[in-house]
């Protein structure tokens, strides 16, 4: 039997406003009891969207740094949508990608408005496809709570798969949340066009996956320890409190992080104690808007990276093998090879054995805009990060914000010229 969702340990120090403590436990209990928390299960997929030209280098990305694999790929009219896997344990990443650059629909609109995500107008995460238990129950029960669904006709016109039931994208994140009715006996089965295993997808697959061979990484990279979104601070309460009523989550805690002007909000799977069964959904917020930085004269890069992308996913985190190769922790090891074959990292890795964690960010993917993160706990440290980790970590990413918002604005200067 489930423990109450509103039951589970507390950690953090920031302090939440009493409309959102009110309604955490209020939600909480009514989504227990109307059975909710039990019908919906583990996250099954997350699903991103990147423009055309860029599928099959970002899955040579992916395979190189991730444990994923290349499965297979559904052709619609207007879509490629790829297929990766690591074993039915672990979510699936659905990659698609758009056939023609001039295509617009719901998805793109929400890009056009930011600086920076307009440049890439179809590139963007899309959101998390959870397994439930009975599909007609969850959606008729979420209908009732005033959440809206895309119609079959929509999801056909927009060539999502038409097996899952897509709510529309939240006011707060920008992202949706899919439900996809699964026994746990069952694969993952995605409704969308034709299948085949293309094989210029599958080459630039197999050579990254014989690279990561060759490396010794490809048992210490592990599965997706979580996803982490990022929003404008006057929306981080809302934005919690939102998806856990989407999901069957519980609120983990949140930390203040002064240095940085922002706090780092996690939420977990009630039903499972491991992220890489259920990765783990992080938000991180400014603590003050930005248009009071004037007045302040704090650091502001989460509320900038909103502010040039959209909210929207920031980063993609997995875990690293707790161990050593030699005289180098698993992470050191799996960063320097991977260096040397190319990648770029914001920063040298931070945290240490003594402190229980050890963590790096990724330079953004050209391919999707998002950030990998790699995180090593050692022994028994079962927490997130440490503040230390966390302040150094959103200063790398936001340096490389200030860098690429001085090129976002060159390029439009050059486009007006022309």
Known sequence: MLAPSSQFNRYGDKQNSQFFEDYLLRLLEERDRVGLTDLIGEIDAIMMTVDPG??????????????????????????????????????????????????????????????????????????????????????????????????????????????????????????????????????????????????????????????????????????????????????????????????????????????????????????????????????????????????????SPTENFVRNYGPRLHHIAFAVKDGMQGDLANIDYVVDVIKQNGKKFLLEIIGSQEEGLKQIFSSASEHSSLIIEYVQRFGDFSGFFTKQNVADLTHAAGAEEELLQMQAAAENKHSLQL
């Open 54 to 299: 860029h599928s099959i280098d970002y899955i040579a990305e992916l395979a190189l740094m991730t444990p994923y694999h290349y499965l297979v790929t559904l052709e619609s009219e207007t879509h490629w949508t790829h297929v990766l896997r690591i074993n039915m344990n672990s979510p699936d990443i659905l990659v698609r990608e758009v056939k023609d650059p001039n295509i617009r629909g719901i998805f793109r609109s929400l890009n056009e408005v930011y600086p920076i995500g307009a440049i890439k107008p179809n590139c963007r995460y899309m959101g998390e496809i959870y397994r439930v238990g009975n599909l007609h129950e969850v959606v008729a029960l979420q209908t009732e709570r005033e959440f809206r669904f895309f119609n079959q006709d929509e999801v056909r016109k927009m060539e999502l798969p038409g097996n899952i039931a897509i709510s529309k994208p939240s006011p707060y994140t920008h992202n949706i949340v899919g439900y996809l009715e699964r026994p746990l006996n069952q694969i993952r089965v995605y409704s969308l066009g034709i299948s085949s295993i293309r094989d210029d997808v599958q080459s630039v697959y197999l050579a990254a996956k014989e690279i990561q061979t060759n490396l010794g990484i490809e048992e210490l990279i592990q599965p997706i320890d979580h996803l982490a979104t990022r929003v404008y601070s006057q929306n981080r309460e809302v934005a919690i409190l939102e998806y856990l009523s989407l999901s069957s989550y519980y609120y983990w805690g949140s930390y203040d992080i002064k240095d940085q002007n922002s706090s780092t909000n996690v939420t977990k799977s009630v039903h499972f104690k491991e992220e890489n069964r259920s990765p783990a959904k992080v938000f991180t917020a400014n603590n003050t808007p930005y248009f009071v930085n004037h007045l302040e004269k704090l650091p």
